[in-house]
């Protein structure tokens, strides 16, 4: 699936494609890296496969924190529920990003992409960066967007 993920050089690849979706991409990321794993995903919307796709990854991720739009949220509150009892942190806000960030404390990985959480079959388009000074500037953002959202209280 990932033959059409391009790296450019050692810590930036790009695709466009309707052969790599966002669960392609989210084990990859776990392949990639070894040991504990801090996970962050921020996604429009969450889709039950997707949620069991982040339990059965539990045995080696200490810490999951998703951000969701909160409309759709608010619209699907059975779901969003399941879903806030599977990660550590649910955040919601008027969210359209679509991001996959790992971190092992050694590296770490992010996505960013037009991929929803979902697993549709579409064109999709994305970068990752690899230990790239980008990842930083991503982090900070989280922790600004943080400031704009409502936790989901379990």
Same mark, same amino acid.
């Given at each position: 699936?990932? &033959?059409?993920?391009?790296?450019?050089?050692?810590?930036?690849?790009?695709?466009?494609? &309707?052969?790599?979706?966002?669960?392609? $991409?989210?084990?990859? @990321?776990?392949? %990639?890296?070894?040991? !504990?794993?801090?996970? $962050?995903?921020?996604?429009?919307? $969450?889709? %039950?496969?997707?949620?069991?796709?982040? $339990?059965?990854?539990?045995?080696?991720?200490?810490?999951?924190?998703?951000?969701? !739009?909160?409309?759709?949220?608010?619209?699907?509150?059975?779901?969003?529920?399941?879903?806030?009892?599977?990660? !550590?942190?649910?955040?919601?806000?008027? &969210?359209?990003?679509?991001?996959?960030? @790992? !971190?092992?404390? &050694?590296?770490?990985?992010?996505?960013? *992409?037009?991929?929803?959480?979902?697993?549709?079959?579409?064109?999709?388009?994305?970068?990752?960066?690899?230990?790239?000074?980008?990842? %930083?500037?991503?982090?900070?953002?989280?922790?600004?967007?943080?400031?704009?959202?409502?936790?989901? *209280?379990?």
């Amino acid at each position: 699936m990932l &033959n059409d993920l391009n790296w450019i050089d050692e810590s930036t690849g790009i695709f466009l494609s &309707n052969n790599i979706q966002a669960h392609h $991409i989210f084990d990859y @990321m776990l392949e %990639e890296l070894t040991g !504990d794993l801090k996970i $962050i995903v921020s996604s429009f919307a $969450i889709t %039950e496969p997707w949620v069991r796709r982040l $339990i059965r990854s539990r045995d080696r991720v200490t810490h999951i924190t998703l951000f969701l !739009d909160f409309t759709v949220a608010s619209r699907k509150p059975r779901n969003t529920d399941y879903t806030s009892r599977n990660v !550590d942190e649910l955040w919601l806000t008027n &969210n359209h990003s679509k991001t996959i960030f @790992m !971190d092992n404390g &050694n590296e770490m990985i992010l996505a960013m *992409m037009s991929n929803n959480a979902t697993n549709n079959r579409r064109f999709e388009s994305g970068v990752l960066f690899k230990n790239h000074p980008s990842i %930083e500037i991503y982090l900070h953002y989280i922790e600004l967007m943080k400031l704009e959202c409502v936790q989901w *209280m379990k």
